[in-house]
């Protein structure tokens, strides 16, 4: 079942030359958990055309999936009942975007702090990222993901 | 939903196998968690989770299956992973989770360190 919210990611390498990379894209997804695979499936696609893959793709299509698993559980939805998720190149690097319309709810204020399968979501995210950033405002959280397009890139850098 | 399928075995003895293949995500997490407690529940005590044919997996399951572990280690039980998808394997080591979870590649290993255990 296609939803117009999910623009299909093969369109993106029409008219790429060698070395190009697209420009930023961006999906609106419904804030729900079965959505999930979908969001997935897109990110993992998109990551490739940005000139993402192996090891390094995986990595970034969980840690993706965190912030977004983490908005959906406790963000708050846009206007119209979606979240963003936003891939583009910056060098050498992916940086991933993904913003609820609402105020960061810290760890530690959530409903339910001790719960056994919670809590671990920006550990995944730090481990498995270069870099993490939180920008927070009254009206949009937004969560920033930065990613080495391949395992060597990064491994040059240190 | 996404895709998941659990499968349980008994083995001889006490030993308990799960083998659980497709995405677990925050969506199915509480799938994988039922099927582990109700055989916790049940009163078995030494698990083989069985992750090879996991394609996709989150902190939410990993947090089903380290509640399983703390909930077994207070009454003597055990609980070990055995995983050769690379993949799978990778996200367990970046994450530094091989530290509280015992990874194994094969069910002989695996076997191998609960008969030295026991």
Redesign the interface.
Known sequence: MHSPLWPTPPKLSLGLRDGDHPGPVEIRLAARSSELGRMRAWVSEAAALLGCDGKSRFEFVVAINEAVTNAIRHGTPADDGTIGVRLESDGGAIVCSVCDGGPFVPPSQRSDPTSDVGGRGFAFMAALTDELELVVNPGATVVRLRKQRTAEAHAGDA | ???LEVNYQEIDGDVRILRVAG?V???A??QL?RHIMSRVDAGDRQFIVDLSAVE?????A???L??AL?RLDANGGSLLVVCDNE?IR??FE???LEHVIPLHRSHEDAFAALAHAA
């Open positions: 939903m996404g895709y995405d995500d925050f969506d997490a509480p968690k996709f997996i989150d902190s939410t990993i947090g089903v380290v509640g703390r993949d990778g996200i970046t994450v530094g």
